[in-house]
């Protein structure tokens, strides 16, 4: 069976992803759309509005034949190893394709993979700690290509191209031009609104107006929505008891950024304003709010480590009937180490689930619905 795999968060699923499966299917000649899709926080680092059990219902009544999940270690991270970790998944399954969603799908994507993505080394444009990983991207873009990318897609495109062409096997890319409205647009269209905007509608408790962009029931939300919200009493007071020492284990936490969350959180009140407190020229919003889930949750950069380097199994969310053909495909030609359950030992602080499911722990804690011990997987007919 010819795969084509799809990288996304789904947060959530709305009439553009419908549309982008049904285009990568049919451009493709796919047999099987495979999703690997982020868990229950994601790549900007905030939790999903929704968890991983009903995005991944939503994908599969609308397009998917097969939803793995991307698991924290990989979600929750810079685009580059964002990009990377779920690259290797889909590599794993024996995709042959990368579909994607961009902006302007006519950029020079042929020859960054064959040229000069082979030849970069990363710290060739990411060393200079002064500039963001987006304006360092398109010094070196420029410099190469004499292009530049201005939107977020874009950016992902780049990152889901180099990563891709460290592959042994490199997958075909399709960029598919995104329609209707462009990535956190909060403008619409008759049909189409981009996930901020519908996620802004749904907090606000305006679901008649998401009904239009959405391909099903919206009883597929639960009462229940997230968002940094929920999670700032939290991170609130783990800085308030902690004192900026204590901060540095934190993933990602260097550069004095414990002292200058410590002291903002000093003077906030909400979440919205401790991040403007600590955003500068050289943190974007995202690589802050990735931070700052990092400390919520307690996660190490030996917790990042060790779930790095152990033998991760890849966890299958759901299918229908043509993915679990697949599966069964993949599994005679043991092509991948594919779980549809977390067992004890797995899920053990040592297991090679432990961090999954210990973060996954907030979200059990704030919706009561649990994400990994007693969740059957999704069949759908």
Same mark, same amino acid.
Not at 98 to 102: D, I, K
């Given at each position: 069976m010819k795969a084509c795999g799809v990288i996304a968060e789904y947060n959530p699923f709305h009439n553009g992803h419908a549309y982008q499966l049904t285009q990568a299917r049919e451009k493709a000649h796919a047999d099987v759309m495979v999703v690997v899709m982020s868990g229950n926080y994601v790549q900007r680092g905030e939790p999903a509005i929704v968890d991983k059990w009903q995005r991944a219902r939503m994908a599969l009544t609308n397009g998917a034949d097969l939803v793995i999940e991307l698991p924290f270690a990989i979600s929750s991270q810079p685009a580059d190893r964002f990009a990377a970790g779920a690259l290797q998944i889909l590599d794993a399954l024996n995709c042959q394709t990368?579909? @994607? !969603?961009?902006e302007k799908s006519e950029f020079d994507y042929k020859t960054l993979l064959n040229e000069i993505a082979p030849k970069l080394k990363r710290p060739q444009f990411t060393v200079n700690y002064t500039k963001t990983y987006a304006t360092q991207w398109n010094d070196f873009l420029e410099e190469k290509l004499g292009q530049r990318i201005e939107k977020p897609n874009q950016l992902l495109a780049l990152s889901y191209a180099y990563a891709n062409a460290q592959l042994d096997r490199p997958l075909e890319l399709l960029p598919i031009t995104r329609i209707g409205v462009a990535h956190d647009d909060l403008n619409s269209t008759a049909s189409y609104a981009s996930a901020t905007a519908i996620r802004q509608l749904l907090l606000a408790g305006?679901?008649? %107006?998401?009904? /239009? @962009? #959405?391909?099903y029931d919206l009883s597929l939300f639960s009462d229940k929505l997230l968002s940094w919200q929920d999670l700032w009493p939290y991170l609130h007071y783990a800085l308030n008891v %902690?004192?900026?020492?204590?901060? $540095?284990? =934190?993933?990602?936490?260097?550069?004095?950024?414990?002292?200058? @969350?410590?002291?903002?959180?000093?003077? %906030?009140?909400d979440f919205d304003q401790f991040l403007q407190l600590v955003k500068s020229k050289r943190y974007t919003y995202a690589r802050l709010r990735r931070l700052a889930l990092y400390t919520v949750l307690q996660v190490t950069a030996a917790d990042i480590t060790a779930a790095s380097t152990v033998d991760q199994p890849i966890r299958v969310l759901g299918f229908n009937s043509v993915g679990q053909a697949y599966l069964r495909e993949l599994r005679k030609n043991n092509a991948a180490?594919? =779980? $549809?359950?977390?067992?004890?030992?797995?899920?053990?602080? %040592?297991?090679?689930? !432990?961090?999954? #499911? /210990?973060?996954?722990?907030? =979200?059990?804690?704030? $919706? !009561?619905?649990?994400?990994n011990f007693r969740q059957h997987i999704i069949m759908i007919k």
């Open positions: 990368l579909a @994607f !969603g961009v305006e679901m008649e %107006s998401v009904a /239009r @962009f #959405v391909p %902690s004192w900026p020492q204590e901060l $540095t284990p =934190i993933y990602q936490m260097s550069e004095g950024l414990e002292y200058r @969350f410590w002291q903002q959180n000093q003077k %906030s009140t180490h594919l =779980i $549809t359950k977390v067992t004890a030992d797995l899920g053990k602080p %040592s297991g090679s689930l !432990g961090l999954q #499911v /210990r973060v996954d722990r907030l =979200i059990e804690q704030l $919706t !009561g619905v649990e994400q």
